[in-house]
């Protein structure tokens, strides 16, 4: 705000500036009155007098007088013919000359004429001009810092302090047109921000309470293998069917302990990711526009070659939003895991279901991880040094499947095939 202030303060200085310069220039001249104007009136006299009184002279030579009226003496005695002869035209000057010759007076000879716009008209024109632009630039900074620079001022802290983990700031509900929308994703992503958190300690807190239990519970047959392990080995048990009975109850709960491995790595194995999907109907043409719309750019700044088909718009299941969401993980991994050469998108129906076909060329993964590539924390091994956490694939897949729909991946030769099926 103090830089937008500065620029507030150097709009008034040049204007400011830019008037007394004008002042300078227009308004110290010494008004001087432009005589040429009585030159052309003596010039049109002497020419009544040479012929010998008033007739009508050609006035395209004069500059300054546009037009002549002539009334004779014996008329100026008739008040009408002599008010109407004084009476004033609109935007010319007038004189009036008596017209004598031979030392009588012949009439009144009116000369109507103009003379030029001196420099303090100009200067009083070009400083009402400037002061409107003036006025107006102002208003317009004035409207930018009320309704887009203080309002972004008033939250343009709560990003920061979301990403510091600060959930508990509140946003004024605002009217705004340019920030309406951007305040209510700052809101939706506090809200979401904050329930994502309260899920994330109750799953760690369940976490913790079943790993407790299950240790709990682990510790009672463990005790009981121990002690019948110890007795086969100190041989007190003297008969063979004793010692059958200890081995069996040692099988026994080892299945125990066993059954409580599996309880554990199911609970570590369940859904990490809440995903909500709304589902209802959307055009193909609106999920292919958006899709161009946000990477036809980008593989032209990497000089990737990106090509998408013919398609008919047909109205699919699920929810735009988060096919999307599941697009951009497939063409953001092309980019991450492919070798930026091309990518394309195709499309062909199969058993009532619009697939969507994502190629990228590069290094294929191997045949034996293609079961694998859907799993959640699972990473490739043509990943490499780049960074991932092997959850994109896995979220691709449960959205789809939320969507009634679903995601497979193919090798190629030269690349990748991702398909994601929808139901029309």
């Known amino acids: 705000m103090k830089?937008?202030?500065?620029?507030?303060?150097?709009?008034?200085?040049?204007?400011?500036?830019?008037?007394?310069?004008?002042?300078?220039?227009?308004?110290?001249?010494?008004?001087?009155?432009?005589?040429?104007?009585?030159?052309?009136?003596?010039?049109?006299?002497?020419?009544?007098?040479?012929?010998?009184?008033?007739?009508?002279?050609?006035?395209?030579?004069?500059?300054?007088?546009?037009?002549?009226?002539?009334?004779?003496?014996?008329?100026?005695?008739?008040?009408?013919?002599?008010?109407?002869?004084?009476?004033?035209?609109?935007?010319?000057?007038?004189?009036?000359?008596?017209?004598?010759?031979?030392?009588?007076?012949?009439?009144?000879?009116?000369?109507?004429?103009?003379?030029?716009?001196t420099d303090r008209d100009i200067l009083f024109a070009v400083e009402g001009m400037l002061f409107v632009i003036f006025v107006l630039v102002m208003g317009l900074l004035a409207y930018i810092r009320a309704k887009i620079l203080r309002p972004f001022h008033m939250f343009g802290e709560m990003p920061y302090e979301l990403a510091k983990g600060h959930l508990t700031g509140e946003l004024e509900e605002n009217k705004n047109r340019y920030f309406g929308r951007f305040i209510w994703g700052i809101s939706m992503l506090r809200d979401t921000l904050n329930s994502a958190r309260v899920k994330e300690l109750k799953l760690v807190r369940e976490k913790k309470m079943l790993l407790l239990s299950l240790s709990h519970d682990i510790k009672i047959p463990l005790s009981a293998i121990k002690l019948y392990a110890k007795a086969l080995r100190e041989d007190i048990y003297n008969t063979r069917e004793e010692q059958v009975y200890a081995a069996g109850q040692i099988e026994v709960h080892a299945q125990e302990i066993e059954n409580f491995v599996k309880e554990i790595i199911t609970a570590s194995s369940e859904e990490v990711i809440s995903i909500e999907v709304e589902n209802g109907e959307f055009y193909l043409k609106d999920f292919v526009d958006k899709i161009r719309e946000n990477y036809a750019p980008k593989c032209r700044l990497r000089m990737t070659e990106f090509a998408i088909g013919e398609f008919e718009n047909r109205l699919l299941r699920g929810d735009v939003e988060r096919a999307f969401e599941v697009m951009e993980n497939l063409m953001e991994n092309?980019?991450?895991?492919?070798?930026?050469?091309?990518?394309?998108?195709?499309?062909?129906?199969?058993?009532?279901?619009?697939?969507?076909?994502?190629?990228?060329?590069?290094?294929?993964?191997?045949?034996?991880?293609?079961?694998?590539?859907?799993?959640?924390?699972?990473?490739?091994?043509?990943?490499?040094?780049?960074?991932?956490?092997?959850?994109?694939?896995?979220?691709?897949?449960?959205?789809?499947?939320?969507?009634?729909?679903?995601?497979?991946?193919?090798?190629?030769?030269?690349?990748?095939n991702f398909c994601l099926v929808f139901r029309l």
């Open 3 to 117: 830089k937008y202030n500065w620029i507030l303060a150097g709009v008034v200085l040049a204007y400011l500036c830019l008037a007394v310069l004008f002042y300078l220039e227009f308004g110290q001249r010494k008004e001087t009155d432009d005589l040429t104007y009585k030159v052309e009136m003596n010039q049109v006299m002497q020419e009544c007098i040479n012929q010998g009184g008033f007739f009508p002279i050609d006035l395209s030579e004069y500059q300054y007088i546009k037009e002549l009226s002539f009334l004779p003496w014996e008329e100026t005695a008739d008040p009408d013919k002599l008010t109407a002869f004084y009476q004033n035209h609109n935007g010319v000057h007038s004189s009036v000359w008596p017209l004598i010759l031979n030392q009588e007076i012949k009439g009144l000879l009116r000369f109507d004429y103009i003379v030029e716009t």
């Open 334 to 416: 092309a980019f991450k895991y492919g070798d930026g050469v091309k990518i394309s998108i195709d499309f062909y129906e199969e058993d009532y279901c619009q697939v969507v076909r994502v190629f990228n060329s590069g290094e294929p993964i191997a045949e034996r991880e293609l079961p694998h590539l859907f799993d959640s924390f699972y990473r490739g091994s043509n990943v490499g040094a780049k960074q991932g956490n092997g959850l994109g694939l896995y979220i691709g897949r449960q959205i789809m499947q939320k969507m009634e729909g679903d995601i497979f991946a193919e090798r190629c030769e030269d690349g990748m």
